[in-house]
């Protein structure tokens, strides 16, 4: 339980691998199509055929941490030194903890057609959620017993709450022009699992007892996870093997107006993950008396064992982090603001976002103060060099907390930084190559425009309902 809590905490500082990126939305970037699925990344008479990151960066990362642990965490990510003696205790506080991850790891996308605008892309990417409420007290028990006093019973101290799914992501995505406004766009995904961790602490209580040195502590949950300890982790499990294999499904719409309103909607990463490899689901009721407290390595061994002890091998459903997305803008000459609202469906959380980009031929750079509905407010800061056949954008979602994090890990100094903690970062390269796609009148070479690949496949699925 500590290893779990600790590992994903750290994640706060390192930002190894949410806000979406909302400033590359409405871009035609290879990030936007591929997330956006109805949109499209090619140009006529400018744009090359294919495009691809090689291999190259494309991800984005962000985490959060808000709470009274706040300086606590400073500590362990800035210092490498796990120290709670700056936590209240027995005040019941809740701390609360959001990390997201996207990484790209390949891409490859197609101009498929001149008639419809049709493109279709192939992705392979690594995914990673969690959020995790979870107390003062919680991280203090593992750090020293001798924070709680004696002779004094404590109740819903380590009341917990959490989960943390990973995953690989494999995807095709096909979008296409309804009219020369509306298109639509899809994305299907078959889904590999990598790690999955749930805590429900729901009923918790703790008695130090002076006279026989040692605590009562009584847990009353469940717990989920596809792993017993963070030890058994290693590189075999971030490889793709389909042991814990799943589905999802996103769903994209965009419309112009005549006066140059671009509206925008999707339905992102609807889908599941079966874990059934090595799963273990654990119910706990139950009070532990735990003696020789000078070692607190023992005593930490302890706690973990009343899951451990407990474990039974049990398969389980875990839904992906859905998300529904609008998004809209409207470009001013040099200046393009933008507004997005996106909301978890199966999780708490979600984003409101006001984009303000500059433009400047080939760069941009945009301003994005958001609005976290966990409570949690930022400002993003990106910058952008696109021209029809390359692509290279870098930022962050989180510029206050990103730099106070990276100054206090450089200085090695914890006291460096206020508010919540955690840091964001994202970048991306993106080449496309080929033919130039080109309009018929000028063109040697026209993908799709006899269109032998079947006409519009949207128009032939609505037909479908339209008929029934």
Known sequence: MKKL?????ALASFGVANAQQY?????????????????KSFTLDSSRRFSSNFFLPYFGTNAINKGDSKFAIRKLTQEGVFDTRSLPIGTGEVNHFF????????????FKSFKYQKEMGFSWQIRSDAHIDYTNETLAIFDSFERFNSNQQYTGIFDTKGYEQS????????RENWNKRLAFGLKASILSGILYNKLNIADSYLYINPESDALLIGLSGTYSSNFSDFDEVNKKN??????NPGLSFSFGTNYTTKKGLFLMANIKDLGFIWWRSNTQRTTVDQSKVIENLEDQSNTNQEIKDIFLLSEQSKKFLAPTNAKLDVYLSKRYGFYKPGLAVSKNLFYKGGDIAFVNTFIANDFSGSITPLYNLNGVFMVGLQAKYQTPNFELFMGTDNLVATSFQ???MIKNDATVGSGPNGASFYMGVGIKFGNVVNHPQFADVIPGINDNEGGSFFKSLFSIFKRK
């Open 99 to 110: 990390e997201n991850s996207n990484i790209y790891v390949a891409a490859f996308r197609l």
């Open 406 to 408: 990276t100054m206090g």
């Open 5 to 9: 809590l600790l590992a994903l905490l």
């Open 167 to 174: 995953y690989h992501q494999f995807s095709f995505t096909y």
């Open 23 to 39: 400033a590359l939305f409405g871009t035609k970037t290879m990030f936007d199509a591929f997330e956006n699925p109805s949109q």
């Open 238 to 243: 971030f490889f793709p093997n389909f042991k």
